[in-house]
T-cell receptor
Framework: EAGVVQSPRYKIIEKKQPVAFWCNPISGHNTLYWYLQNLGQGPELLIRYENEEAVDDSQLPKDRFSAERLKGVDSTLKIQPAELGDSAVYLC??????????????FGPGTRLTVL | SQQGEEDPQALSIQEGENATMNCSYKTSINNLQWYRQNSGRGLVHLILIRSNEREKHSGRLRVTLDTSKKSSSLLITASRAADTASYFCATAPRSNFGNEKLTFGTGTRLTIIP
């Protein structure tokens, strides 16, 4: 069974440029998460989807960040424009059905973003 | 914001020894989970313990939970070089809706010395 797939693995951009990350969750997983992980810290939730609905985006900086999961499968996270402080690892995770307590999350390898 | 806080922040032990990591959290929980992260990789789920459980085992892992102290510990017995990684606790808050939003701690960096 394929795990959570993320691309690209690494991205280097200059500040004020846009950037997008892509995630394909495990087949059949209804819940998809985007996390931000700073060096030496634990992941912090940006947004959580139940199927195609964003049920928790309270931590997403909506002035520059956006996300979508149009068909309830894969998802994209966009930053426009990127700032120096956005340099971090962006992790995608999925779980079978968080609404029914099946909250074990499966993580992708992450995208390491460097903003110069 | 980080809900949990792991202690110690870093731990180095000899291969074969036991490693113990602790996690403290702030709010009432539905369950607590431990994850491992190897350098440059995503997190891997290790074990889940529910709020009504006090101890759980999985292979060389033993997790305890003390809800009165809002703390948990992860014990890895007979450590191996491959156990070198960062370990995170994550808490799912008590909720009537069944949706579980995990909040991760700051992690313990474990190094096993061959």
């Amino acid at each position: 069974e394929a795990g959570v797939v993320q691309s690209p693995r690494y991205k280097i951009i200059e500040k004020k440029q846009p950037v997008a990350f892509w995630c394909n969750p495990i087949s059949g997983h209804n819940t998809l998460y985007w996390y931000l992980q700073n060096l030496g810290q634990g992941p912090e939730l940006l947004i959580r989807y139940e199927n195609e609905e964003a049920v928790d985006d309270s931590q997403l900086p909506k002035d520059r960040f956006s996300a979508e999961r149009l068909k309830g499968v894969d998802s994209t996270l966009k930053i426009q424009p990127a700032e120096l402080g956005d340099s971090a690892v962006y992790l995608c995770a999925s779980s079978l059905d968080s609404a029914r307590g099946r909250s074990e999350q499966f993580f992708g390898p992450g995208t390491r973003l460097t903003v110069l | 914001s980080q809900q949990g806080e792991e202690d110690p922040q870093a731990l180095s032990i000899q291969e074969g020894e036991n490693a113990t990591m602790n996690c403290s959290y702030k709010t009432s929980i539905n369950n607590l989970q431990w994850y491992r992260q190897n350098s440059g990789r995503g997190l891997v789920h290790l074990i889940l313990i529910r709020s009504n459980e006090r101890e759980k085992h999985s292979g060389r892992l033993r997790v305890t939970l003390d809800t009165s102290k809002k703390s948990s510990s992860l014990l890895i017995t007979a450590s191996r070089a491959a156990d070198t990684a960062s370990y995170f606790c994550a808490t799912a808050p008590r909720s009537n809706f069944g949706n579980e939003k995990l909040t991760f701690g700051t992690g313990t960096r474990l190094t096993i010395i061959p």
